[in-house]
Structure formats: structure tokens, C-alpha cells
T-cell receptor, first 111, second 114 residues
């Protein structure tokens, strides 16, 4: 079967660091993507990990441990505009190009 | 380059009516996806196409739902007849075969069935 688990909500203050975890159980795993969705908007791609380790993109970093079926998104120097929902998504191998999205984590950044 | 285009952006209809949602993917993208998003069920993949051919429609909830992609630049998702439980945001997304991790989403169609 396929399942991804994320916390439903996270709250943090401006300037802080927050980590959003994602655990997955799925066959055919190829990599883990992260998407951001502001209220009323569309999901937008943030980051991708196909190999174990940390990928850094500005204030955002993403980590993957394939042996633990676990990944996280790290947001540093939080800004109010980072308030949004964050989704992890499993990328499947082969020629499917299909993503399976987690349930999303609502991040609230407070002043 | 324009992103994924969806129309209409908002649709309000009455139960039993036919609803047609439209999508224009990014030019050159090989894959097109239709998703439905609700508070209860999150972001669900309904169906996806590769080079205009439907690959996996296992997420289509019922026979009332159908999707077509007559050419590389146009796809439709049709609901007939519509029901109140179909109320949701419907997203279309496209991607390149060599970058399956990155899907580009359209702005969505907010559907309300009364």
C-alpha cells in the first residue's frame, strides 16, 4: 500500500527555524518532493530528494533517509509569507511520472 | 512562457447539471494530471495522461467522471451528472518526462454544486 504521514499543523514565530517531517510507506519509491500551497493558491514545487542527505535551496532545505523511509523540510529565518500548507509527495520510479501527496502540514508563522 | 491554464476559475451549478473543466498544459510537457482537493480527502490524483494517452484513471471516483485529451495542448474533465459531494477545487498539472518530481499546477477551478 501507499501512505504518507505529516503533522497536520505547526506553529512557529518569525525568524525561527521549523522542521516538517514526512514518513512514507510505499512500494516503488524513487524520491521525495516538497510542495508549498498558500491559501487559495495552487501547489508549487519547492524541493526534491532522490538520494539520502540534505538538499539546500536558500532558506529551505530538504532531507531524505531512504533506510528510515523518512524525510523532512527545514525552513529557516521564517517569514510571515511562509505561512502556508506544505506537502510531501512520493515520486515513483519507472515511467509513471505519478506523485502521491501527503495530507499536508499547515504552517502558521506568528509575529 | 505561460503556465498551466485552467478555465473556468469558478463554477457554481445545480445538482444534476453537466460540468466541464478545461486545461491547457505548458507547451512541450509530456504529462498532464487532474487532481481534486477537499478538506476531507486532501489532494487526490484522479487521472493522468502521457502524450495524450490516459495512463491511470484509477482515481476517478465514479462513472460520472470522464476525462479526455484530444491533443497535446488541451484536456477536459467532465462531471455528468454533478452532485453536491463533487464540490471541490480541481487542479490540472503538467510535467516533463525527465523531471517527474516537478509538476506545474494551474490555478484550479473552484466548483460548487448546489
Amino acid at each position: 500500500g501507499q501512505s504518507l504521514e505529516q503533522p497536520s499543523e505547526v506553529t512557529a514565530v518569525e525568524g525561527a527555524i521549523v522542521q516538517i517531517n514526512c514518513t512514507y510507506q510505499t512500494s516503488g519509491f524513487y524520491g521525495l518532493s516538497w510542495y508549498q500551497q498558500h491559501d487559495g493558491g495552487a501547489p508549487t514545487f519547492l524541493s526534491y530528494n532522490a538520494l539520502d542527505g540534505l538538499e539546500e535551496t536558500g532558506r529551505f532545505s530538504s532531507f531524505l533517509s531512504r533506510s528510515d523511509s523518512y524525510g523532512y523540510l527545514l525552513l529557516q529565518e521564517l517569514q510571515m509569507k511562509d505561512s502556508a500548507s506544505y506537502f510531501c509527495a512520493v515520486v515513483y520510479g519507472g515511467a509513471t511520472n505519478k506523485l502521491i501527496f501527503g495530507t499536508g502540514t499547515l504552517l502558521a508563522v506568528q509575529p | 512562457d505561460a503556465g498551466v491554464i485552467q478555465s473556468p476559475r469558478h463554477e457554481v451549478t445545480e445538482m444534476g447539471q453537466e460540468v466541464t473543466l478545461r486545461c491547457k498544459p505548458i507547451s512541450g510537457h509530456d504529462y498532464l494530471f487532474w487532481y481534486r482537493q477537499t478538506m476531507m480527502r486532501g489532494l487526490e490524483l484522479l487521472i493522468y495522461f502521457n502524450n495524450n494517452v490516459p495512463i491511470d484513471d484509477s482515481g476517478m471516483p465514479e462513472d460520472r467522471f470522464s476525462a479526455k485529451m484530444p491533443n497535446a495542448s488541451f484536456s477536459t474533465l467532465k462531471i455528468q451528472p454533478s452532485e453536491p459531494r463533487d464540490s471541490a477545487v480541481y487542479f490540472c498539472a503538467s510535467s516533463l518526462e525527465e523531471h517527474q518530481e516537478t509538476q506545474y499546477f494551474g490555478p484550479g477551478t473552484r466548483l460548487l454544486v448546489l
